[in-house]
Each structure stands twice: as C-alpha cells, then as structure tokens.
C-alpha cells in the first residue's frame, strides 16, 4: 500500500467525471488498498479515488468501528434516497481545514462493486448510524457519482 498525495480545491481532477471501471482486477484492488492508506494517514473517513488524481470510480470508507465494517465502493450508485434530509457540519481531505454545513438525505441505498467484483447494496440511515452515513454519502458524492436517474 502506497499513500498517495491528495488533490485539493482547484485540481481539474476533482470536477472531472470519473470513469466506470469495466473489471476489477489487482489494479483496481491496488487502487482501492492506497486510498484507504491514504485516507487513513490524512486522518479521513471517507476518500474517493479523484481525491488522489485517479479519474475513476472507487471510493472507500472508514469510520475506524467494527460496524459497520471498512468499505470498498467500486462504481457505486445512489439507487434510492430517502424524501428527508440533515444538515451537519462536515469536512472534506481535499478542502483541509475547513467545514461546513452540507445537506444529505438521512438515507440512502447505494449499490456498487466490492473490492473482489462482487455486486453489493448498502443501506444506511442516519438515525441509526449517523456519522457513518453521512461518510458513505459524502464520498459516493466527492466520487463525481450521480444518483441513479
């Protein structure tokens, strides 16, 4: 595992749409292995692969709790969402110290690939789980990843 440098506000990288990703493979594996190094050595809990100049779409998530566990997001989509939403104060790995109130929708459905290339669906809701949704949500979002139409 490599961690890698982050791209901050203004990197092109960043507003870029981030490319599907067609197998998973050791590359992507690989891939998914430095963002979480990455992301852990910038203290983050959540870090999409556009965050390290990779246009693609991977995402990983780490609240540091057994549950729920570490996630490996490979080309996730918000399939479902739910009609209310919160506002919280949140940070970004690519805007450093600076936060801000953002507003999510206190649940969601993502589905998405693991990182052996298996279809898996997630659900979380912040009533019952509210940092970690918020970080699922917030890194699907900094992933250039839009909700399923």
Do not use: Y
């Not at 990983?60 to 729920?68: K, L, R, S, T």
């Not at 690939?113 to 970080?135: C, H, I, M, N, Y």
């Amino acid at each position: 595992m490599t961690v890698r440098t982050l791209h901050l506000l203004g990197s092109p990288v960043l507003r870029q749409k981030s490319a599907s990703v067609a197998k998973v493979d050791d590359t992507v594996r690989q891939l998914a292995d430095d963002l979480f190094e990455t992301m852990r050595a910038a203290k983050g809990v959540g870090l999409a692969a556009n965050q390290i100049g990779v246009a693609r779409r991977v995402a990983v998530v780490d609240i540091g709790e057994e549950d729920p566990p570490p996630l490996v997001l490979i080309n996730p989509v918000i399939v479902e969402r739910g009609e209310e939403d919160e506002t919280a104060e949140e940070g970004c790995l690519s805007i450093p110290e600076i936060f801000g109130d953002v507003t999510r929708p206190l649940r969601v459905v993502v589905e998405a690939l693991d990182q052996e290339g298996v279809p898996v669906s997630k659900r979380a809701a912040t009533r019952r789980a509210p940092f970690s949704t918020r970080s699922i949500i917030s890194t699907v979002f900094s992933s250039s990843i839009t909700s399923a139409p």
